[in-house]
């Protein structure tokens, strides 16, 4: 039920494995096991030094690269016109591929013109190294930017968003323009195991919090969310979220957890934030 979202014509799986703070065998192991289990999502980036590792476990699985759909970023001091496509590149090795399915700006850099990061990614998309371009940590204005001004193609942004978290002028932009939305950090980094709402609800419907939020963030229009799980019995349970549903009043009650300033990342480089209004999130 609901296991993909059809956004221009691709089929985006509504779950994926996040592998930030994974390498090694940890990693490999890792992406085997949610590729077995059903995974068909895998999201890593240049700055998670496990290219290698990711890109190990996606040649040895059994399943079909084609069916695999890989994400990766490039790191914020690799954004200008001389390094961004050789960096891809390097991160193609590694992966052991010939293209990422998804490739995204990893943070907004204000030391490179941002038509100049644009014109890079497309350039990397025509070339074939990337079947689509996204962003990720972009505000609304950056995305009009891109968009509107720049006349790029993106078809994500990658941001935080968890039910301590409003996203909701994010949400907007993204649904008006045909794009989604990649929720990271989708369970406040377990954060919300606590939250007696979604424990309560979680014994309604047998699940755990854990489960009840990865289902309230991809029962939303347009959200995919890549939660990352190096324990086994996490990854298993991550993927178990399409044999329930919430109603919608649930939907509006988790909602309403959200709380200003809720952000778990927000480096010194970080951009002005959108600011959260209180329009529900859970259209
Ligand atoms: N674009 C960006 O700037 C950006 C920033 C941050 C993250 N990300 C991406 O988003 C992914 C996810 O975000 P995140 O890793 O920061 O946080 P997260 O997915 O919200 O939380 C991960 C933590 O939750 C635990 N966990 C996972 N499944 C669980 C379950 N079913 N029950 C209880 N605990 C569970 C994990 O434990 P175990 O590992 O022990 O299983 C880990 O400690 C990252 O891995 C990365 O790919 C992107």
Redesign the pocket.
């Known amino acids: 039920m609901y296991k993909t979202i059809d956004v221009r014509n691709t089929q985006i799986p509504r779950i994926g494995l996040?592998?930030?703070?994974m390498q090694g065998i940890t990693c490999v192991e890792a992406v085997s096991k949610a590729l077995d289990l059903g995974y068909r999502y895998i999201?890593?980036?240049q700055i998670y030094e496990n290219e290698s590792d990711v890109g190990e476990a996606i040649s040895t699985s059994n399943v079909p690269r084609s069916d695999i759909f890989l994400t990766t970023?490039i790191w914020m001091d690799k954004v200008g016109p001389e390094t961004a496509q050789k960096s891809v590149e390097a991160s193609l090795k590694k992966l052991k591929t010939e293209y990422v399915d998804l490739l995204l700006l990893?943070?907004p850099v204000g030391s490179v013109p941002l038509d100049q990061q644009v014109k890079s990614l497309q350039a990397i998309q025509k070339a074939g190294l990337t079947k689509m371009i996204g962003v990720?940590?972009y505000t609304v204005d950056l995305m009009k930017q891109v968009t509107d001004d720049l006349g790029a193609d993106i078809i994500t942004n990658?941001v935080?968003y968890?039910p301590y978290l409003s996203q909701a002028p994010v949400l907007d932009f993204v649904r008006q323009r045909d794009m989604f939305l990649t929720a990271?950090?989708?369970?406040?980094?377990?954060r919300i195991?606590a939250e007696p709402l979604l424990t309560n609800l979680g014994k309604k419907y047998d699940k755990?919090a854990?489960?009840v939020t990865l289902r309230w963030l991809t029962q939303q229009d347009r959200v995919v969310a890549?939660?990352?799980?190096?324990?086994p019995l996490?990854i298993e349970?991550?993927f178990k979220i399409f044999d329930f549903s919430l109603e919608a009043e649930e939907m509006l009650e988790i909602g309403k957890l959200a709380r200003q300033d809720e952000r778990i990342?927000n480096p010194e480089w970080a951009p002005e934030w959108d600011k959260e209004n209180d329009k529900s999130q859970a259209a």
């Open positions: 996040g592998t930030w703070q999201d890593t980036a970023k990893h943070w990720s940590n990658q935080e968890h990271y950090c989708p369970l406040a980094r377990g195991r755990s854990g489960q890549i939660p990352k799980a190096a324990n996490h349970d991550n990342v």
